[in-house]
Structures are given as structure tokens and as C-alpha cells.
């Protein structure tokens, strides 16, 4: 039986496991665009402030994926996927079979039309690649600017903080708050980011951005103008699931599934942030977005791609350790 996995993610990746840890004789190809070893995505923030060193972010070493067996193709890109046929199609038109498919294939921020024809200005924070570019420019910053929301958001601000960055944090809220539920920090974030020396624009947004020699121009939509060594800006988070364009697999913003993980496509599975599920107490779907999900999610995918039949419960909550103090977030208003 070939299991294809689309992400080498942490329920890309975890699936990979769960599967050949349950059934060493199955063939398993996790297929991931990214160029490097599965890393912790969750750990990037301490790579940038130097609490961690490189070798300490990877998830799974090329030792270890050998061990299990697991075959990784990485810097490979799914273009399509062809459920009639039980194929994908690679970016450079390689056409790889399937028995189980699983599409871990994540989320990404993204751009509105107001940011989008300022792409090229703007530093992007999710990726290996985006910290080790950031980590470059890092001597020559010193105000940044961030537009954006998300437990990365603040990831982000308290790495910039803990560099000893002036940061502006722009929201379109009347304050930051993140939908915080039995936390140290109960409505009280907002104050504790100024405290940290956080100056917070509220009710505002990035409209345009120049670049001005080496720093940055940006105006909002109030029309206050800003400069800024660098600009992180963001207006959403959303599943990256672009490679089921085209296909019958059933979506809204993210793929839609079961309990059991299962797509509107038999033998097709999907995990982790790519994923939109129904939440039974919010009597709707929604994005299950987070690390432990992710987790929980590709373990279940790879028993029952296995043929077992496990069933997902919500998490209603993700815990954070925000400068030292933790929150828990949800992630619907
Ligand atoms: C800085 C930062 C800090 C964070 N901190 C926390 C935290 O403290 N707690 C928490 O719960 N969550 C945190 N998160 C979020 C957490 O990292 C994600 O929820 C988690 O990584 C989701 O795992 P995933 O496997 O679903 O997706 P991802 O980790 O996004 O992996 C998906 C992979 O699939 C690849 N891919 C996408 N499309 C294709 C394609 N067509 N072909 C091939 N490959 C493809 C992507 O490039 C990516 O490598 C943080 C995120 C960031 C960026």
C-alpha cells in the first residue's frame, strides 16, 4: 500500500511516523516544498533571538526518516491532484501514484488587495527561510513595524522585543486581544504589550508602503505616517490549499472533513491547518489552527489511513508562553 503525504509539517510528518510505526511494511513519501529537514515551526522565533541554535529547530532528522523508512522528497512542489486517477502531479509535471493521500499542506499569511502591490517591501514571517533572511537584516534594524494577527503575531513581537526592537504594532481592533480564555493575561494584553514598550495603533491599518533609501515609508488608512526599518504586515491566515484547485475535494476556506479526517474523496485524508472541521459547539466549521492540533490531527489521519477508525475532538484552546507569561488562545471570535 503507497501512502502519498502532501507537507513535511508536523502532521505531514507525524502521520509518516504513525503509519510506518503501525505498519513497517507500507510505503510512505512525504512530499514538502520546503528546502530543508522537517523543523519546528513553533521554535523559529527562539532561532531568531539565538536561544536556540539551528540544529536544535529540526523535527526529524534525515537519520531518523531512514530509521522509519520514510522517504522525503523535499524542494518538491504538488501542483494538482487527480483523485479519478489516484495521482498527483509535481510542479515539473512528475506524476506520482497514491493508494492513501493525506494533505498536510499548512497555512500561510496572506495579503489583501489594499497590501498586495506592496509584496516586495514587506518581510514575511512563517518559514525557515523568512527567519533566515530576517536574520541578516537583523543588525541593521532597529524600528519595525507589524501589521498583522495570530499567535505568530505575537510571536513575533515578543522575539522583536526580547532583540531590544522598537516595535509599532498596528491593529484594526479597539485593542489587542486575541479571543484569550483563562489566561494570566484575561484583557489584559494590550496593556501588558505597552508595558513591554509595544506602541500599539489601534483602529488603523497599513495602506501603502515606500521605500525610502534604506527605510521604509508607510501610511496608514487614518493617514498617519510612519518610518520604519523593516514592515511585517499580514491580513490573514488561511489554509494553503491550492493544489486541490480543480478537484471535486470538498472546501470552504480550508478542506473540508470528518472526525475521522476524511475529505469529500475516498482514500484522501487531510491534517492540520489545511483543515476545516466542524465544531460542534460553535455549531459551524472552522480552521483548528495550532501546533497540538497538528499533532493530534496527523496521528489520527495515519491510523485511519491504516484502516483504523479514530475519531478527532476539538481542542478548544492553544497554549502560548508570551514573554514569560502564558496565554491560551482561541482561534474563532
Ligand atoms: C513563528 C511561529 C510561532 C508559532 N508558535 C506556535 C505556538 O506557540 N503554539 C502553536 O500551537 N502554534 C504555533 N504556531 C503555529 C504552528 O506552527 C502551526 O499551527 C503548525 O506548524 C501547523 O502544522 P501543519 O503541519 O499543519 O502545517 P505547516 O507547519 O505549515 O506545514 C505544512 C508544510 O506543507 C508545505 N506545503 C504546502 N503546500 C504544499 C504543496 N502544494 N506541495 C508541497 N508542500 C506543500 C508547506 O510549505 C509546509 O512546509 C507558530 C507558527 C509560527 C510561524
Redesign the pocket.
Known sequence: MKHVI????????TAAKTIKEIDKNAEVVV????MFFPYK?????EFLCGSIKRDELIFFSMELLKELGIKLRKG????TIEPSRKLIKLLHNEVVHYDKLLI?????PGLGLVLRPYKKHIQC???MNDILILKKKLPEIQKCIVFGEG??CL??ISGLCNLEKQVTYIIKGVRADFGLKGSEFYGELHDFLEEKGVEIITEDQVASIEKMNRHYRVETLKQKELTADIVFAWDYYKP?I??IEGTVIGKKLGILVNVRLETSVEHIYA?????EIYHPGIKGYWIN??????FE??TIAGKNMLGQNEEYKIHEA????LMGKSLKARWWK
Request: a negative charge.
Open positions: 502532501i507537507g513535511a509539517g508536523v502532521a505531514g510528518i512530499i514538502g516544498d520546503e515551526r513553533f521554535l523559529l522565533t518538491e512542489y504538488v501542483k498536510a499542506t499548512g497555512g500561510r514571517y512563517y518559514s499567535v505568530s510571536d513575533l494553503k491550492s493544489c491534517a492540520g491547518d489545511c483543515v489552527f495550532g501546533l497540538p492540533n497538528a490531527q496527523g492553544i497554549a502560548f508562553n
